[in-house]
């Protein structure tokens, strides 16, 4: 009986009032200002998407979402992929608010689960940028050099 209220607090932990800010997303394929453009306009047509900040000589796009809105990781990279490139890099800038993180357990910010890679035991608290480690979110040669097991949908590998 213990083992299972043991369990049950550490869950119920593990759901946050984190949220998400925004997110910067470095793509890569691109040649032109048109390219950048063309995936400008496609993040913009998101629903939660408030305004999206490009930054052609880097090939980075600054996201910023509207209030209370669930935020999609996914749709955010498919956007990007069926303008015609790949996400290189994606990063998460999260407001935890004291959330406990713990090896192998997954913090859940509104419906994601997070599974923190290397990060140990400690207390999140403030704006912390998280960096996405599964397939189509970083490089093919990072994502080869960690290559972690798929997970659920809505479960994301990630480093701070």
């Known amino acids: 009986m213990k083992k299972i209220l043991f369990i049950i607090a550490i869950a119920i932990s593990m759901i946050t009032t984190a949220q998400v800010n925004s997110v910067s997303l470095q793509a890569s394929g691109l040649t032109c200002s048109m390219c950048s453009n063309a995936i400008n306009k496609a993040l913009r047509t998101l629903d939660f998407v408030l305004d999206v900040d ?18 999609d990781f996914d749709k955010i990279r498919k ?64 994502y080869k050099k960690n290559e972690f097991p798929d997970l659920a949908l809505g479960t994301f590998h990630v480093s701070l």
């Open 79 to 142: 956007k990007v992929v069926d303008a015609g490139f790949t996400v290189y890099a994606f990063i998460a800038d999260i407001y935890f608010n004291n959330v406990q993180v713990r090896k192998e357990l997954p913090v859940i910010v509104q419906d994601k689960k997070l599974l923190f890679i290397n990060a140990g035991d400690q207390v999140l608290s403030g704006n912390k940028q998280v960096k996405i480690l599964d397939k189509g979110f970083v490089s093919p040669k990072e």
């Open 54 to 71: 490009a930054d052609i000589k880097t090939y980075t796009f600054k996201i910023s979402f509207k209030p209370n809105s669930v935020i």
